[in-house]
């Protein structure tokens, strides 16, 4: 039996949604230590566009299946194959072709995930739950009484920053552009939501007082990194994970002479494939019991088909989105 296999491809870099293309293709069951597995929803995420544009850690040889991450029901095993059954919803973990109905893959390429955790949540799950966690975890020490910031709050690591967060018992203050986001991410669960301004910077140290502030998490960069910087405490850490703003980090010589504070860097795709299989495993069943439980949240803006790729990518670059726009690979254009 062969499959009817739809997979937007790359053929060149250049305008996000110009870039992309759906081709079709047939493909065969899976052989020897092989699963097959039926993409069901994928989310279109900064690291999606910034591949289409060319600009990214890595890039894949062209033509390309492109895709981050997604997630799906594993329909078929080949011979030898143990740990894996037909019916198990899996999220691809180390695969970079995931906007494809059917990825052909062995069983540590995957990572199986709660069946009854909906399609259109589980597919957000590998990237951002997973970097808000070690931000949180990753040699960033907070005391239980200290707090700390980050900006681009309503992003989808912003939200499971807040979730992971409240989790470990420590306090954020969320800085936002939008003021329409500061009641929503209040009722997530941040304890200060501010304006993205130094208005807001002010009305956040009112209200945190003399507490330790020992994290800064910067999605933006620019005037917003240094706003994060400028209310650690001494000695604390600054780490860039996002680049929103495409503005570069120009970081005053007094940050690091009188205040000592620690910048650093941080990419999920290092710890992927560094990392030990049983502490991924462990980290990825917890985000899971923290998104199935409504802790966390992961907001949706919109869902598309895969005939409509373009129409999906220029949505996910626009601004002011009220989540991620995912692809419903359930459905085709006669649906
Ligand atoms: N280092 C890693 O391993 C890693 C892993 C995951 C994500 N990331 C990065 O983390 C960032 C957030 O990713 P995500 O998927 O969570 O984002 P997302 O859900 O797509 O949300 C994008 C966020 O960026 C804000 N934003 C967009 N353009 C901006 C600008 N010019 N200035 C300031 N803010 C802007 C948006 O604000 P509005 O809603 O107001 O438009 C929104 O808060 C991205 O840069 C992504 O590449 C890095």
Redesign the pocket.
């Known amino acids: 039996m062969l499959y009817n296999n739809r997979k937007i491809i790359l053929e060149k870099y250049g305008e996000p949604w110009t870039a992309a293309s759906l081709k079709s293709e047939s493909i065969s069951p899976p052989t020897k230590g092989e699963i097959l597995v039926k993409t069901s929803f994928v989310p279109i ?3 999606d566009i ?1 591949i289409l544009e060319g600009r990214y850690g890595t890039l894949p040889a062209l033509p390309a299946t492109i895709g981050t991450e997604g997630s799906g029901e594993v329909i078929a095993t080949g011979p030898d194959v143990a740990e894996i059954r037909e019916g198990d919803q899996v999220l691809y973990l180390s695969r970079t072709d995931c906007w494809q109905d059917y990825v052909s893959c062995t069983a540590k390429q995957v990572i199986k995930i709660p069946k009854n955790l909906p399609g259109k949540f589980a597919c957000m799950l590998k ?2 739950p997973a ?1 808000a966690w070690l931000l949180l975890h990753q040699g960033n020490s907070i005391l239980p009484e200290g707090w700390i910031i980050q900006n ?7 939200h499971a920053v807040i979730a992971i967060a409240r989790k470990l018992g420590v306090r954020t203050v969320n800085f ?3 003021k329409e ?1 500061i009641k929503p991410l209040l009722g997530a669960g941040g304890n200060i939501v501010v304006m993205d301004n130094d208005e807001g910077k002010n009305a956040a140290i009112e209200q945190i007082g003399d507490a330790p502030v020992e994290l800064a998490l910067n ?2 960069g620019g005037e ?1 990194a240094l706003r994060i910087m400028s209310m650690l405490s001494e000695g604390g850490t600054h780490v860039t ?6 503005r570069p980090l120009k970081v005053p010589n007094s940050m690091l002479i009188f205040k000592n504070l620690k910048l650093k860097g ?4 290092k710890w992927l494939k560094s990392a030990d299989p049983r502490e991924i495993k462990e980290v990825y069943d917890l985000l899971s019991e923290l998104l199935l439980s409504g802790q966390m949240l992961q907001p949706i803006d919109s869902v598309y088909s895969p005939e409509n790729i373009s129409l999906a990518i220029k949505r996910a670059t626009e ?3 009220s989540g ?1 726009v995912l692809l419903d690979f359930r459905l085709n254009v006669s649906q």
Do not use: D, E, F
């Not at 681009?152 to 912003?158: D, E, I, L, M, Y």
């Not at 994970?241 to 495409?246: D, F, L, S, T």
């Open positions: 995420n900064p690291a910034n990237i951002n970097t681009a709050a309503n992003s989808g690591v912003g936002v552009r939008r986001l999605a933006v917003s994970y996002g680049a929103m703003g495409k941080m990419w999920l795709t601004n002011s989105r991620k």
